[in-house]
């Protein structure tokens, strides 16, 4: 498929080569691009074909053919999945730590919706072909629940739902540190940063963000807390917990693994050495959903018990710090 492009010369424009010109003005594509697609004659000058070469002039009018990218299309791969619940408009998945939820452009495969598309039989189409059935997301590392809608209704319904803040989200994670009150609001902007564009970094150019956190349980240098979110940014609770000083116990790129060990005493770092050796990646866990059903008007809500390595590391804390 290609998308048409038209481009009439302005007045007075100074002498230029046809394929340096198109290189400028197609944002994206590349000099060897453009001169393929002349060769192919999907360039014509005046309805006619021309040469990489020809010196565009003032009044000319130019058309290009430009191929539009063909996207990938996810495939079913049989992948274990946990279904917490499913009925015919949706279904909530427990998902494991290191699955990533839908395909991205360098990774096409061993994702939720590759292990979905084997196991469902309908998903909904909203978000195209890489993204069947999938309203929302969670982080590589971050486990628990998520929700995936079978029809294009039902995911309006819940996208909506989202948007509004109506949905009742419920996380739990092990973070660095103690707190001085069991209960607190975190309120900040957020933006992705500069220096490292895979981050999400405190900014008052950024988007509102709010958090609400209970301590459930103390160690003498974590803290076990219950986390809702009000807000849904992209890595909110890991920038906002790593920006008080609280990062995600595990979480290597806001801070939580090793960068944290210099802060404690030699008996201490030796014990949260270990801990690191139990998980690979950010104590984080959806554990909560819950929501309006599209099609009952109910409120539902389900849970997602820890995965064992957070289980594991807590089980280890209590009976040990």
Known sequence: ????????IEKDKRKER????????????????IKRLIEEEKVSVNEKPAKPSHQVSSGEKIKVLYPLPVLPKALPENLPIEIIYQDKHLLLVNKPAGMIVHPSSDTFSGTLVNALLYHIKDLSGINGVLRPG??????????GIV??????????????Q???????????????GRFRTKEEKIESYLKRGKKDIRKMVVDPEGKLSVTYYKIIDEFSFLSFVEVKP?????????????????????????????????????SKHDFAVKLLGMIERQALHARELGFFHPETGEFNTFTAPLPEDMQNLLDFLREND
């Not at 046809?18 to 691009?33: H, I, N």
């Not at 929700?147 to 996208?159: A, C, E, F, G, N």
């Not at 989202?162 to 973070?175: D, E, G, I, N, P």
């Open 134 to 143: 999938i309203v929302h997301r969670l982080d590589k590392g971050t486990t």
């Open 162 to 176: 989202f948007a509004a803040r109506k949905m009742h989200k419920v996380y739990w994670a092990l973070v660095w």
């Open 147 to 160: 929700i995936v809608s079978k029809d294009d209704k039902t995911h309006r319904s819940l996208s909506y």
């Open 230 to 266: 009000l807000t849904g940014r992209t890595h909110q609770i890991r920038a906002q917990f790593s920006s008080i000083g609280h990062p995600i116990f595990g979480d290597l790129l806001y801070g939580g693994r090793n960068k944290r060990l210099g802060n404690l005493n030699k």
């Open 18 to 33: 046809l394929d340096l010109y198109l290189t400028r003005c197609l944002k994206g594509a590349s000099r060897s691009q």
């Open 1 to 8: 498929m290609y998308k048409e492009y038209e481009f009439i």
